[in-house]
């Protein structure tokens, strides 16, 4: 069983940066391949970022690609989502995740752990 926490959602205003943490419990953090998603008001929840256990190989949406960065530190079992240049459509709940394959995945459905979320407001 593994817990994730994140925190780091605000509001801010656009091209402005927010970093975003996912705190996970137990020992074996860094036997999971992390996932950031996010989901909008009346939209589907959809992939952001991933990253594999050892912290080498990341994925991203085209969307954020260039502009979000993942992370992890398995010393600290934290995952993180650095977003730089953020616009207003980027508004939304942010999750993390966790996976038990050790392959990575897009597929919010192919996750076995959630956190509770985290709100990222943008203004104009």
């Known amino acids: 069983q593994v817990q994730l926490a994140e925190s780091g959602g605000g509001l801010v205003q656009a091209g402005d940066s927010l970093r975003l943490s996912c705190a996970a419990s137990?020992?074996?953090?860094?036997?999971?391949?992390m996932g950031w998603f996010r989901q909008a008001p009346g939209k589907e929840r959809e992939f952001v970022a991933a990253?594999?256990?050892?912290?080498?190989?990341?994925y991203y949406a085209d969307s954020v690609k260039g502009r979000f960065t993942i992370s992890r530190d398995n010393g600290r079992n934290t995952v993180y989502l650095q977003m730089n240049s953020l616009k207003p459509e980027d508004t939304a709940v942010y999750y993390c995740?966790?996976?038990?394959?050790?392959?990575?995945?897009?597929?919010?459905?192919?996750?076995?752990?959630w956190g509770q979320g985290t709100q990222v407001t943008v203004s104009s």
């Open positions: 995740a966790a996976r038990l394959s050790p392959t990575h995945s897009t597929l919010p459905t192919r996750y076995n752990y």
């Open positions: 137990g020992r074996t953090f860094s036997s999971y391949p």
């Open positions: 990253i594999n256990r050892s912290g080498g190989i990341t």
